[in-house]
């Protein structure tokens, strides 16, 4: 189940030469081995954009099972500065950060 959520998260969105991409490098197969697990998600987080990447790293300070509010988490985000909010979008700081939290959980 796991292989198969990783796997969903990484090809959705993605055009058809990605998913034929995934299909040649044999990961696309039902019987991934658990030490395959590994590379496949390091490919989808080598697909984050770097402010994904560095709030993604920024929950790894967290204990296991810890909860904590999204509100909270996305105001700690902007407290260190890692949400960027596009000039042309016309978003606020919060939307962004919304933004991010959204594409960080699928």
Known sequence: ???????????????????????????????????????ILKRSYLNLEPQLRICFKYCALFPKDFEIEKASLIYMWIAQGYVVVPSDKGQTVEDVGEEYFLILLR
């Open 1 to 39: 189940p796991l292989a198969i959520r990783v796997v969903g998260t990484a090809l959705y969105g993605q055009d058809k030469r990605k998913w034929l991409s995934f299909q040649e490098l044999a990961l696309g197969r039902t019987d991934v081995a658990a030490d395959k697990i590994e590379p």
